[in-house]
């Protein structure tokens, strides 16, 4: 990692240890911090793409924690983030390069429904997404405010991101998805509307007794119908504490 940091902080800024393989990335409190929800997505990410695959596209890329966090935990050569907020996308590219990583990762400042003007369509193997969760209407307060628009479908709508996905994604390609459990049947309508095939399901529980609390979802472009229910990841035990599993997924 460079160590001169005035070069990369902002005011208002933090540097957080991302535990895996020494590296960091720059968080703003005011403006975007990634969540469990990320963490868990490049978890089950990165368990199941093949070793194989070479390019990731990652959409929704926020401050770049999920392309972070892959160049870690897979082999690919190439990985991509696409973001729509000029300063979440600056504060990524910042990431990338505090950590050394400017000829693994690239940050893109785009809107995703104009992908197709920034990338070559069927180029990737695989593509995540962290999406916004919520509905247009929902509880919002400031349309234009950056957590608004990283949580709700106001730049973007889940239509959308399976456009980008399946564009995106060559025959046969993986697509990764975290999203909230009352959506699942949006997702998985979306998901083959547009082409993407659900293979693998896995729910998120907060303790073993509680109900679902996020899904985490592959998928195949072009793949025939067959569906997988893979056993509940636990976060906490009846001690409070990780799971044993949640340990892994950090790197702890």
């Known amino acids: 990692m460079n160590k001169n940091l005035p070069d990369f902080l902002h005011d208002g800024e933090r540097l957080d240890d991302l535990q895996r ?3 960091f990335i720059i968080q703003n409190p005011k403006k ?18 093949p070793t194989a695959c070479d390019k ?3 959409l929704c890329t926020g401050n770049g924690i999920i392309p972070l966090l892959l160049s870690a935990k897979t082999q690919a050569r190439h990985i991509m983030g ?10 990524a590219s910042r990431s990338v390069s505090m950590n050394g990583l400017d000829d693994k990762i690239e940050i893109i400042n785009c809107d995703i429904k104009e992908a197709a003007n920034h990338i070559n369509a069927a180029s990737f193997d695989v593509v995540t997404v962290n ?12 349309p234009e405010d950056s957590k608004t628009i990283s949580r709700h479908e106001v730049a973007c709508t889940l239509k959308d ?10 025959e046969g390609g993986y697509f990764y998805i975290v999203h909230k459990p009352q959506r699942t049947a949006d997702v998985i309508f979306e998901m083959r509307k547009a082409g993407i095939e659900p293979k693998t399901l896995k729910l998120v529980h907060p303790y073993i007794n509680s109900g679902s609390s996020m899904i985490l979802l592959e998928g195949r472009k072009g793949a025939g119908a067959e569906m997988r229910v893979e056993p509940p990841l636990i976060i906490y035990g009846e ?8 340990y892994t997924i950090y790197g702890y």
């Open 239 to 246: 001690d409070g504490k990780y799971t044993r599993e949640m």
């Open 82 to 91: 696409l973001e729509i907020q000029t300063e979440i996308a600056d504060m």
């Open 161 to 170: 991101v399976l456009a980008a996905a399946v564009m995106a994604l060559r």
């Open 131 to 142: 999406p916004p969760y919520f509905k247009a209407g929902h509880g919002i307060t400031n």
């Open 32 to 49: 975007f911090c990634f969540g469990m929800d990320a963490v868990l997505l490049s978890g089950f990410a990165g368990i199941h793409i």
């Open 21 to 23: 393989n020494g590296l």
């Open 56 to 58: 990731i596209l990652d």
